[in-house]
């Protein structure tokens, strides 16, 4: 049986009072107004009693505030985003803010969509991992708005926006020096082709390693489409068949290594006796995998705790006082079994 609907003119009816006390109760106002305490909890007695709930996009309108703040990212299953997602909703229930979760799928169209709905909802904030292909015009147009915009994983160079990032090119070149200090001189890169900054980072400092170190240059580029379709375990079989002499592989992110080792272990080569492994973002996966995976961590509490601070500076700050503030934070090389040098 579904639940009866309540509105503020029937709790009114069923108190003998006017519906503009309800309503002054409900909204926090009731001290400003010089109602009195027990006029207050009777109210919230028989609010609690009945399980009224306000409608929330009608107290948006009348208040002008939502206390919501949007968290769009690429794939909230990905473990990376749902931790940190995790910790932003932590830290902003503190502060009786609440957190509205989805995944753009990296699709331009459906982040442009959902964006409209929620400046419907009036939503205080954005922090947003931006897709592939979203136009620069439109972000720089959000940005102009009064709710701020953080991007976050990663930034558009040509758009003066708040970003929280990690440092994608030190951190690649932090891992390929342990890999080449633990004896693996022919090293393959599995990266994303996308011009994203975070990958184009990632691939660059791969790049610019080998031309310094006059090493040969192996990477294998996989479509952000073919991810869940099956065909990039394919690419990458026949990138390790075509690449024989490869003694190391680099992973730029924690999902391709995984794919990338299931496939590996298919083919019984032997971790790391055959090929080493290297994979940019830690992973539950790789502590207890046999062997255990070397990888770059990316500091999640860290960025939580920088998104959210940030995200209440901006709004306590007047919208035409507001400058824009980018922070990039330091990773670090865990080194596990994947990348220790066994003597032939």
């Excluded at 001290?31 to 996009?57: C, F, T």
């Excluded at 065909?231 to 290594?257: C, Q």
Aim: glycine share 4%; net charge negative.
């Amino acid at each position: 049986m579904a639940k009866k609907k309540y509105s503020i003119k029937q709790i009114a009816n069923d108190l003998g009072i006017s519906a503009t006390t309800i309503s002054f109760v409900l909204n926090g106002r009731a001290k400003e107004k010089r109602i009195s305490q027990a006029m207050i909890d009777k109210v919230k007695g028989h609010i609690k009693k009945i399980g009224y709930q306000p409608n929330q996009l009608a107290k948006n309108l009348r208040t002008g505030k939502s206390n919501i703040i949007v968290f769009m990212v690429e794939d909230i299953s990905n473990p990376f985003f749902a931790n940190i997602a995790k910790l932003i909703e932590d830290e902003a229930s503190k502060l009786n803010y609440n957190i509205i979760y989805c995944s753009t799928n990296n699709d331009p169209e459906k982040t442009v969509s959902m964006i409209n709905l929620f400046g419907n909802l009036q939503v205080e904030g954005y922090i947003i991992t931006p897709p592939d292909g979203l136009q620069s015009e439109f972000i720089k147009g959000l940005c102009e708005e009064e709710a701020p915009v953080i991007l976050f994983d990663r930034y558009i160079p040509e758009i003066d926006c708040s970003h929280v990032v990690i440092a994608n090119y030190e951190g690649t070149k932090m891992g390929l020096a342990h890999l080449i200090e633990s004896g693996f001189h022919q090293v393959g890169f599995v990266t994303i082709d996308s011009d994203q900054s975070q990958m184009h980072d990632r691939r660059q400092a791969y790049e610019d390693i080998c031309e310094e170190l006059n090493m040969p240059s192996c990477v294998l580029k996989l479509p952000f489409g073919l991810l869940n379709s099956g065909a990039e375990n394919e690419l990458l079989e026949s990138f390790f068949d075509t690449h024989p002499d490869l003694d190391a592989v680099f992973f730029a992110t924690n999902y391709l290594a995984i794919r990338g080792i299931k496939i590996l272990k298919n083919k019984d080569i032997d971790i790391p006796k055959d090929l080493a492994v290297m994979a940019f973002d830690d992973n539950d996966f790789f502590q207890f995998s046999t062997p255990s995976i070397s990888s770059i961590v990316q500091p999640k509490s860290q960025i939580a705790m920088h998104l959210i601070d940030l995200m209440f500076q901006l709004l306590e700050t007047e919208f035409e006082k507001r400058n824009s503030v980018k922070i990039e934070l330091p990773v670090s090389v865990k080194a596990r079994s994947s990348t220790k040098k066994i003597a032939l």
